[in-house]
């Protein structure tokens, strides 16, 4: 009989399998963020696993999986958020023809036997020690808490562009943890606003991906900067509360 772990491996190894096929089928942007969620849970559950070559091998090669998806999702992200921003942008066109050929390099690479093999590989593996697990999930929690917490008192308006996106990629891997601790039935940890934290963070990044892709022209950054500067006053409203939200 499998452990919980196990079980909820499994189910989000079925998912992952049940998008790669409906993208396979027919490209779909909400299909691929189904997919990419369901690897970031799977992922956030693998360092429950004890440090095993086998497990540290998985673990590496779901991260290369996830990064084959990120370059499909920033071009989407970008193109609306170009177009929103200012709609007759000459390179829109160029975004949007970037982000097609992106789409068809991941259909391509779903359709490689690997993928195949990885989800075989990811349903064998064997059940933990009892107990294990729970603990193991603590000490990550607590891992990624003390990580937050040694960022937030060095962030200000004033931080760069990378500060701002370590914190974001902290919050995401904390709350991400919360959320398959859920499915296991972990005794959860107030999660407050973390995801709302998140998703201005998210938004500050893709302000900030746009300029540096787009070498920002005066026009557009002055469309950009205002919403900017909102974005990290919301930021700032949160970030005093954080240390007891996570």
Avoid at 34 to 59: C, F, G, H, N
Avoid at 210 to 224: K, R, S, Y
Wanted: hydrophobic share 40%; charged share 30%; glycine share 2%.
């Amino acid at each position: 009989m499998q452990d919980r772990l196990q079980q909820v491996e499994t189910q989000l190894v079925t998912e992952i399998a049940r998008c790669r096929s409906r993208l396979l089928r027919n490209y779909d942007d909400e299909v691929l963020h189904e997919l990419r969620v369901a690897i970031r849970t799977l992922r956030a559950l693998l360092p429950l696993r004890q440090p095993k070559a086998r497990d540290r091998a998985l673990r590496r090669r779901w991260r290369q999986m996830a990064k084959l998806t990120d370059a499909a999702r920033d071009l989407d992200v970008l193109a609306d958020l170009l177009a929103g921003l200012q709609p007759q942008h000459p390179q829109l066109a160029a975004l949007r023809s970037a982000a097609a050929r992106e789409h068809r390099v991941v259909v391509a690479e779903l359709s490689r036997r690997r993928w195949q093999g990885l989800l075989q590989a990811t349903r064998q593996r064997p059940e933990q020690k009892k107990g294990t697990t729970s603990k193991r999930f603590v000490r990550r929690r607590q891992k990624l808490q003390r990580q937050l917490r040694r960022q937030l008192p060095r962030l200000s308006p004033a931080s760069s562009s990378a500060a701002w996106h370590r914190l974001r990629l902290t919050i995401k891997r904390l709350r991400y943890l919360q959320e398959a601790g859920a499915l296991l039935a972990q005794p959860p940890a107030p999660a407050g606003q973390l995801k709302k934290l998140q998703t201005l963070l998210g938004e500050l990044h893709d302000l900030d991906n746009l300029q540096q892709q787009l070498d920002c022209d005066t026009g557009l950054a002055t469309l950009i900067s205002p919403r900017r500067a909102a974005l990290l006053q919301n930021i700032a409203d949160i970030l005093p509360a954080l240390p007891t939200l996570a």
